[in-house]
């Protein structure tokens, strides 16, 4: 037998054996991507809501404003988030006239990754960002 003849068929053996693992190796990669997007755009939002908040007068107006521009964003960066979580600190409106104050936002985004079908990958990853805005000392509160 010719050690050509010996060999032929290894190629389909080779890729039957190494299919798997690319496939794995490629579920990885969209999951990692998936997760740098949404931490971006979770960023995004909670930077944009904090920004918002801070605008208010008040604080259960800059609570409101800030809660609805947080879904805004995440809906513009069109991130479909499971569950959704929101926290306001306005803590700074309550400051005294002259002494400063901020308003954080923390969002909280759980991504669901079950479409991506590969065994030992997450079925979600919850991603979260917070940003913390000034409250201008002088406004009228």
């Known amino acids: 037998m010719s050690p050509q003849a010996r060999e032929r068929g290894s190629v389909s053996v080779e890729l039957a054996l190494l299919s798997p693992a690319l496939l794995l190796l490629l579920s990885f990669a969209i999951v990692a991507g998936r997760t740098q997007i949404a931490d971006g755009a979770v960023q ?6 904090a920004r918002e908040a801070s605008l208010a007068r008040d604080a259960a107006t800059a609570a409101a404003l800030a809660d609805a521009q947080a879904q805004r964003t995440l809906a513009a960066q069109d991130l479909r988030c499971q569950r ?3 926290d306001i600190d306005t ?11 901020d308003v954080t936002v923390s969002i909280t985004c759980v991504v669901g990754m079950a ?10 990853v919850t991603v ?4 913390t805005s000034p409250v ?4 009228e509160r």
Do not use: I, K, N
């Open 44 to 49: 995004e939002a909670a930077r944009a809501a």
């Open 84 to 86: 959704t979580t929101v």
């Open 91 to 101: 803590a700074g409106f309550f400051a005294p006239p002259g002494q400063p104050g």
């Open 115 to 124: 479409d991506v079908l590969a065994p030992g990958l997450p079925g979600s």
């Open 128 to 131: 979260e960002a917070s940003f």
């Open 136 to 139: 201008d000392a002088y406004r």
